[in-house]
């Protein structure tokens, strides 16, 4: 069997303004985890797959546990084309002091 590595990456909307659409929302996300899926971001979830067959087994699970509202997309990339992901990270302000010197005030 060959196996060649792809990556699952999953984009969903979903509503969160009632209560019913929070439990929706929040038992999606459980699915997701419990299922192997990391989370990229807030909305965006990853998952490593060994193949096609495997693939189409992660997608058959997300459409067994789709939210009634809301949209959910997902796309397939090589493990490869997954690495050059370039992530762009801006200045973080922060008024915590992140140092190893010590502060002593007498």
Same mark, same amino acid.
């Given at each position: 069997m ?11 909307? #979903?509503?969160?303004?009632? %209560?019913?659409?929070?439990? !929706?929302?929040?038992?999606?996300? $459980?699915?997701?985890? /419990?299922? *192997?899926f990391?989370?990229?971001q ?5 998952? #490593?797959a060994?193949?096609h %067959?495997?693939?189409?087994? !992660?997608?058959s699970?997300?459409? $067994?546990?789709l939210? /009634?509202? *809301? ?12 690495a ?9 302000d922060?008024?915590?002091?992140c ?6 005030e007498?």
């Amino acid at each position: 069997m060959l196996y060649r590595f792809m990556r699952i990456i999953l984009f969903f909307d #979903l509503p969160m303004v009632a %209560s019913d659409e929070l439990r !929706a929302y929040r038992k999606f996300v $459980k699915f997701l985890k /419990k299922d *192997g899926f990391i989370m990229l971001q807030k909305s965006v979830y990853s998952k #490593l797959a060994l193949n096609h %067959s495997k693939v189409n087994s !992660a997608v058959s699970n997300v459409r $067994k546990n789709l939210p /009634k509202e *809301g949209a959910i997309s997902i796309l397939v990339v090589t493990e490869k084309q997954f690495a050059n992901i370039i992530e762009l990270l801006g200045d973080y302000d922060s008024d915590v002091i992140c140092t190893d010197e010590r502060l002593l005030e007498i």
